[in-house]
């Protein structure tokens, strides 16, 4: 007995040759069209996210440089532009905010929030906060030691040459050496010292600041999730126009086989 012996011919003949109603053929094609919709809704807004996300954190690392040129320069004892450091800060913190609301909207999304973003808030902020202070502070040092030099240069131009050491010193501070006045010493000189000590620590912790390493980090992430969806968005894609071709071949069948 052959295999075609068991395939029951007479029952699909009878299935194909029977009757179907316009009702059905109108429930396939409505169908078909409210997948294709749901499909590409359903993918448009998370595209979007992860890009708006990418490109929020790359303004965010080019401004964070702006700021970090502008630190330099007050560390130096040079004059930052504080026009441009103001509009880096400004920006950062709009951007900062601006990442905290792209990041719930990709969580809610699907894609979790990790600790890193987190944490680039945090930095970020704290970041800010410390470059404020760094540089009002570093600019009223300097207006201190411009004062003292200005005395000193007066008391050495009178004849007191014992000054002489103290201004090499200072210049020395200026050229970025961290001196540390002796224990006993209470002088403003000792005092301005100690100040700088502890700036130049503090500029060093903010130059040690993770913003830029987490802002790559989480570039690095959004694109490759980003690529993963694309990849997936294709495949789905192929999937199904292959399934709509079935179908409307099926529904061009099913037509040309309706009662009349």
Known sequence: MSFWSFVPFQKLRNLLNRPVGYGTVLTILVATLLMTTLFWKAQTPQMQAYTDAVNNLVELKYFDMRMERE??????????????????????????QEYGSLSVDVKTLGYPVDSMSQALESELFRRISL???????RLLLRTRLDSLQTSWTLQLSQGKREIFGKLDTLQRVRAGAILVAPAQDTSLWAVL????????????????????????????????????????????????????????????????????
């Not at 470059?131 to 502070?137: D, F, H, K, Y």
């Open 193 to 260: 010292l100690a100040t700088n000590q502890r700036q130049q620590t503090a500029f060093q912790d903010n130059r040690e600041s993770k913003v830029q390493l987490l802002s790559d980090d989480l570039i690095s992430s959004y694109r490759m999730k980003s690529h993963e969806l694309l990849l997936s968005k294709e495949r789905v894609t192929q999937a199904f126009y292959i399934l709509s071709m079935l179908s409307i071949l099926v529904v061009l069948v099913l037509a040309a086989r309706m009662k009349k």
């Open 71 to 96: 630190l330099e320069a007050a560390r130096q004892f040079g004059i930052p532009d504080l026009q441009a450091f103001r509009a880096a800060v400004t920006v950062l913190r709009d951007l900062g």
């Open 131 to 137: 470059a404020e202070n760094l540089v009002s502070n």
